[in-house]
């Protein structure tokens, strides 16, 4: 089945120690992306990666790092979450990019940070 | 920055009325188009409007593209209870030459009730 896979889907952490969620896409996507969704703010884009090796800010991306050394995964870093990084987090991939192209959503993961 | 700003926020109607929501947006855009959210689920893609297209249908889903407004509507025909879900707009933004054309951007969303 086609999917994008997230883990993990819930997480509770506390402050200043390092986590990693991590995304994988079975469709062979080039484009992956990172977002965050709050209450009464929608989605808003954390980082992007166009292709293998080549990442992008969106327009949230402070506290956070990516990487994308396959094509089919894209972790979300959080070196030191702070509590302003409690959100709920979700993975797209689409074959090429956002123009155009329905994007594949994970389930999501939800983030507290104490 | 957000580009895409829905209203209304929230929407309550009854079973078998239309619904109808709108997004508008400040730039240029190569493509809009629309998602649906289960409960905090993950989006799901509905319909995709070109920036050169006026009007697009999809079942019981109609959207339309002003662009000289800088905005679009969905109208969601005959709702059903099962319609019931957050709805959001997604803009990619034209001529981005100063990133890699990857960014894409999502409005607040609009919640739809629909009652039995």
């Known amino acids: 089945e086609a999917q994008v896979t997230q883990n993990p889907r819930y997480l509770i952490t506390v402050t200043g120690k390092k986590l990693t969620v991590t995304c994988s896409q079975n469709?062979?996507?080039?484009?992956m992306s990172w977002y965050r969704q709050d209450p009464g703010l929608g989605l808003r884009q954390i980082y992007y990666?166009?292709?293998?090796?080549?990442?992008d800010k969106g327009d949230v991306p402070e506290g956070y790092k990516v990487s994308r050394k396959e094509k089919r995964n894209f972790p979300l870093i959080l070196e030191s979450p702070s509590p302003n990084q409690t959100s709920l987090y979700f993975c797209?991939?689409?074959?090429?990019?956002?123009?155009?192209?329905?994007?594949?959503f994970g389930p999501g993961t939800r983030l507290l940070v104490l | 920055s957000q580009q895409g700003e829905e209203d209304p926020q929230a929407l309550s109607i009854q079973e078998g009325e239309n619904a109808t929501m709108n997004c508008s947006y400040k730039?240029?855009?190569?493509?809009l188009q629309w998602y649906r959210q289960n409960s905090g689920r993950g989006l799901v893609h509905l319909i995709l409007?070109?920036?050169?297209?006026r009007e697009k249908h999809s079942g019981r889903l109609r959207v339309t593209l002003d662009t000289s407004k800088k905005s679009s509507s969905l109208l969601i025909t005959a709702s059903r209870a099962a319609d019931t879900a957050s709805y959001f707009c997604?803009?990619?933004?034209?001529?981005?030459?100063?990133?890699?054309?990857?960014?894409?951007?999502f409005g607040q969303g609009t919640e739809l009730s629909v009652k039995p």
């Open positions: 797209a991939s689409s074959p090429r990019g956002p123009r155009g192209e329905t994007q594949y």
């Open positions: 469709m062979n996507h080039e484009y």
């Open positions: 990666s166009m292709n293998v090796e080549v990442t």
């Open positions: 730039t240029s855009i190569n493509n």
């Open positions: 409007i070109r920036s050169n297209e």
């Open positions: 997604a803009t990619d933004e034209a001529y981005q030459i100063y990133n890699q054309g990857g960014k894409l951007i």
